[in-house]
């Protein structure tokens, strides 16, 4: 089983950053990819960026150049540096880790104001 803790989600101005944190714990060596998700009102839940135990990383068209996804030290955190928000950018974010099975975080609000 793996926990997933998220942090940082919050109200920006467009053209702002933020910082998203997720915080993986229990049976963490079973992790071979790590994410990012996110899902706005109304619509389907849409990948943002991945990153694999070697430090491989994806990126959805729409926010590369803009976003950063990367791991912290230890390993079982990454974090998603968000910068040049956009209105559309508003959702609800959601960390993922994928092992045998998928494990959720239970997501943070991002919202960005015009």
């Known amino acids: 089983q793996v926990q997933l803790v998220e942090s940082g989600g919050g109200l920006v101005q467009a053209g702002g950053s933020l910082r998203l944190s997720c915080a993986a714990s229990g049976n963490i060596f079973s992790i071979n990819v790590m994410g990012w998700y996110r899902q706005a009102p109304g619509k389907q839940r849409e990948l943002v960026t991945t990153i694999t135990s070697d430090g491989t990383t994806t990126y959805a068209d729409s926010v590369k150049g803009r976003f950063t996804i990367s791991r912290g030290n230890a390993k079982n955190t990454v974090y998603l540096q968000m910068n040049s928000l956009k209105p559309v950018d508003t959702a609800v974010y959601y960390c993922?880790?994928?092992?045998?099975?998928?494990?959720w975080g239970q997501g943070t609000q991002v919202t960005v104001s015009s």
């Open positions: 993922n880790a994928h092992s045998l099975l998928n494990y």
